[in-house]
């Protein structure tokens, strides 16, 4: 039974949900990480962020919260700061990712173990740390939020796409991360007790690798992170909107060409695009009928699900698309693809083939043109999401680690 769990994350990655739940539950021993909001540096760009008008970058420093003891929260600058200084002299992105993931693995052999009987990683970002912890006799869980061949996927879909010249520079960086992720992966896998998964696409694309063992999978679906006391749909009459950081993976080049020609139907369109979508997007005139809106909080995000006639998310690949589930909380209908790791058999929402762009008219169409569709969609899709799925999560990730 694991009862002293260090987690070990760089980024807020699942917003520190799986520290928070191990903390409420008595079973967190310390949260490893990199730079936070009570960090200097986090504090400097809250600073920076109160005063100016911080790039997104800095934003996403000040909403790195964990929430949880100060005494249990091990937290280190260096990684963000050396890797900026090597940046400007080297260009060499693949020596860049090793560093980070490197010197984060230092870092926390450093801090050591204590009295910890299980190491909770995300990913292959901590392996040498993970290497150490095993050989004390520590439990390793791995935390696979996303299918190991996302960067080769990616690289395809840049292929596929040379119409758009100003994605090109992002190959090498693709092509360095899937480096990186197939350089570890095998031996991540022998090395992990146990793996969290969140959907069955994960599982699909994990069989392609020798040492992936199923009887080591603990399947672990996402629960959302906005939660809503009661139904308050009101949506605008063609809004639609588009919510993610990674334009390629998550499909807005499809929401792009999809708006082209739902502008000339529906003058009126107003295809709002939200998170941190880089300029170059903005700027293209391959996106002109798109508004790209930014980065919001979470009640600004809500508002935009309620006043949506559809969320469309054509998405690529996943892991799970946390955005779904945040959409269905608040019973906007939704139009995305069997990759956005939901349950098509239980989840409610029109699901199409991926680069559709077809597909995608044709379901907002629908949705546009009987409302009877929208609202039975968003009252489904609501009703669902109001089962208790946040608190089923927390109890079995709690389960899961109890029993290992």
């Known amino acids: 039974m694991a009862n002293k769990i260090i987690v070990c994350q760089t980024g807020a990655r699942h917003r520190y949900l799986i520290p928070q739940v191990l903390e409420q539950s008595g079973m967190l021993y310390r949260l490893y990480t990199d730079t936070t909001a009570y960090s200097s540096l986090g504090k400097f760009a809250s600073f920076l962020n109160k005063y100016f008008r911080a790039p997104n970058s800095v934003k996403r420093l000040t909403r790195r919260i964990p929430n949880i003891p100060l005494n249990k929260l091990f937290t280190t600058d260096r990684l963000f700061v050396k890797k900026l200084i090597k940046g400007l002299f080297k260009k060499d992105s693949l020596s860049l990712r090793f560093l980070h993931y490197t010197g984060f693995a230092k870092k926390c052999i450093a801090w050591g173990v204590g009295d910890a009987d299980c190491i909770y990683s995300m990913y292959i970002e901590n392996i040498e ?30 292929d596929n796409h040379p119409e758009y010249g100003f994605l090109s520079s992002q190959k090498e960086s693709y092509s360095y991360s899937h480096e990186v992720r197939m350089h570890y992966m095998e031996d991540l896998l022998k090395l992990a007790d146990y793996y ?27 629960a959302s992170s906005i939660t809503t006391e009661k139904y308050s749909y009101t949506p605008v009459k063609h809004r639609l909107i588009w919510v993610g950081n990674d334009p390629v993976r998550k499909g807005l080049l499809y929401c792009a060409k999809a708006a082209d020609i739902l ?61 779904v589930i945040e959409a269905a909380s608040c019973g ?29 008219v044709d379901s907002v169409e629908k949705i546009f043109e009987d409302a009877s569709i929208r609202d039975n969609l968003s ?19 709690v389960k899961y680690l109890s029993n290992i």
């Open 129 to 158: 740390f993970l290497k150490y912890a095993k050989s004390k006799g520590l439990k390793i869980v791995v935390d696979i939020y996303e299918t190991p061949m996302t960067y080769k996927y990616l690289l395809e879909e840049l």
């Open 196 to 222: 969290t998964v969140p959907s069955q696409f994960v599982i699909k694309s994990m069989k392609e690798f020798r040492n992936f063992d199923e009887n080591k999978v603990l399947y672990l679906p996402y």
């Open 263 to 323: 502008k000339q139907r529906y003058p009126d369109l107003d295809f709002r695009i939200i998170g941190a979508v880089s300029d170059e997007f903005k700027k293209s005139p391959d996106f002109k009928n798109l508004n790209f809106i930014g980065v919001l909080n979470k009640q600004q995000l809500q508002n935009e699900y309620r006043s949506a006639e559809a969320y469309v998310f054509p998405t690529l690949f996943e892991g799970f698309a946390g955005t």
């Open 332 to 360: 906007c209908p939704i139009i995305t693809t069997e990759c956005a790791g939901t349950d098509m058999k239980e989840f409610p929402a029109i699901y199409i083939p991926t680069h559709d762009v077809d597909a995608i």
């Open 379 to 397: 009252k489904d899709v609501y009703e669902y999401s109001a089962t208790p799925k946040s608190e089923t999560y927390k109890e079995n990730l």
